[in-house]
């Protein structure tokens, strides 16, 4: 190196030291001030029953706030808690919001100036994922009331919901808003459920998924999901065990969140739906059915959800159940219903606009197919596929007066059918058939 080029470098790191202390004191905003009026700071866990009040901004700063078991925090009408970049609440014990409609509690991120001013005095602007969840652990229990969550959720690779719940928890939800969470607004496992009152889907928005998340894992419990106001989307595989019941209530939505995503029944699978409160099991990219639940722009297509299966052994009775753009990836062969060496009775169901509506496979299988709509399934409306075993498909419209289509010659299996409606296969009674629609269904939209 140059040797002036050495007497140069210490007065340009002197004026540089000169330049960041006469300018960085204008640059850099004053950090959150746990003394100024008005912000109390709160984290670690409770001693006692605590109450927050109106008037208030209280900061989980520090740690995570942690309510145990045994303990009570109440948080008044019209308070406002900020979390901390990367905090939560975790609780074990109780927590009761009590926001009423002219004040209701706000949980949001420190970085939003909307609610509470600017009180970190930082400029940046807050966004989905800034704080973690409130956490109720098994055995806890939450009444929540009038309040509003934003930007919740940590990152987005945890699919945690701003409120989550593990097995074992009781929350009710009465008049929230869930909005901008980085993966989940809601969150739980199979064998648990939120009670949601006064909310419907346009109670969630900006969110990844805008419904109740469920964790993928096993139902060892008669468990019921009836939950009209907001979409389930399964994360995963969720198992039904044996000897176990998995009840779907009338008017819910489910959406599974991708294409390999099944319901898998060792048990037992009731779907009880009305004519006036069908239940739907359907794409996440289906906006006709309980709202934007996923934001996508995309439209819904056939295989974007996996399949119900009835493995052998297991039951199911599905009444007014509409399945549509099930059966995984069309050459998997999956019907949006998928039997194996098993009997549920499937009655007054619409399968549509799946890649099969219904296949089933083994000698033991005898399903009752009845008085269902079939129509626009891309393969099969119903495929058989155990050679000289017949099932039962009669009394089904087929999306037209002429009936199936079953193009094979006499020989085969001794029947066929040059009709327009969906493709049969081989060794499935489908005479005679519905001609007309046999039962109209509408679109549920129910308040609680």
Not at 185 to 200: E, G, H, R, V, Y
Not at 319 to 337: F, P
């Amino acid at each position: 190196m140059n040797w002036h080029l050495w007497r140069i470098i210490p007065l340009i790191c002197f004026i540089t030291l000169v330049v960041v202390l006469i300018v960085l004191p204008n640059e850099v905003h004053a950090a959150l001030n746990c003394s100024d009026p008005g912000v109390i700071c709160r984290s670690g866990t409770l001693a006692d029953n605590e109450t927050w009040t109106a008037g208030n901004v209280y900061v989980i700063s520090g740690s995570d706030v942690t309510v145990p078991a045994g303990v009570m925090l109440t948080i008044q009408a019209g308070a406002i808690v900020k979390f901390n970049l990367g905090r939560s609440m975790i609780v074990d014990g109780e927590l009761v919001v009590s926001g009423t409609q002219a004040s209701p509690v706000y949980f949001t991120s420190i970085r939003d100036d909307t609610i509470g001013g600017n009180t970190d005095n930082d400029p940046a602007l807050p966004a989905a994922g800034n704080w973690g969840r409130i956490l109720f652990r098994s055995g806890s229990s939450g009444t929540l009331t009038h309040l509003e969550l934003r930007y919740g959720g940590g990152a987005d690779w945890w699919w945690w919901g701003m409120l989550q719940l593990d097995t074992g928890a009781t929350v009710s939800l009465t008049a929230a808003t869930l909005t901008s969470a980085s993966s989940c607004a809601l969150s739980t496992t199979p064998q648990n459920d939120f009670t949601l009152n006064n909310m419907s889907p346009a109670s969630f928005t900006g969110s990844i998924y805008n419904g109740i998340c469920v964790y993928e894992g096993t139902v060892n419990a008669n468990t019921t999901w009836d939950e009209t106001e907001a979409a389930y989307v399964p994360l995963n595989d969720i198992t039904i065990a044996l000897g176990s019941t998995l009840t779907w209530g009338p008017g819910i939505v489910i959406k599974p969140s991708w294409r390999e995503a099944e319901f898998l029944v060792n048990g037992s699978l009731n779907a009880t739906g009305t004519a006036s409160q069908p239940i739907y099991v359907t794409s996440p990219r289906d906006d006709a059915i309980g709202g934007a639940t996923d934001n996508s722009t995309e439209l819904p297509g056939p295989g974007q959800w996996g399949r119900i299966l009835f493995r052998s052994g297991s039951s199911g009775t599905l009444t007014h159940l509409e399945l549509r753009y099930g059966g995984g990836a069309d050459w998997w062969g999956w019907g949006a219903i998928h039997i194996e060496n098993a009997s549920p009775s499937i009655r007054l169901c619409t399968l549509r606009n799946n890649i099969r509506g219904l296949a089933s496979y083994g000698a033991s299988a005898n399903p009752t197919i009845e008085r269902c709509r079939i129509y626009g399934n891309t393969q099969y409306g119903v495929f058989n596929g155990e050679p000289n075993h017949w099932i039962s498909a009669v009394n089904n419209w087929w999306g037209s007066a002429s009936g199936p289509n079953d193009p094979n010659p006499p020989g085969t299996d001794g029947d066929y059918n040059n009709g327009a409606g969906d493709h049969v296969s081989n060794f499935v009674r489908y005479r005679p058939w519905d001609r007309n629609l046999p039962f109209r269904i509408s679109v549920p939209f129910i308040v609680r």
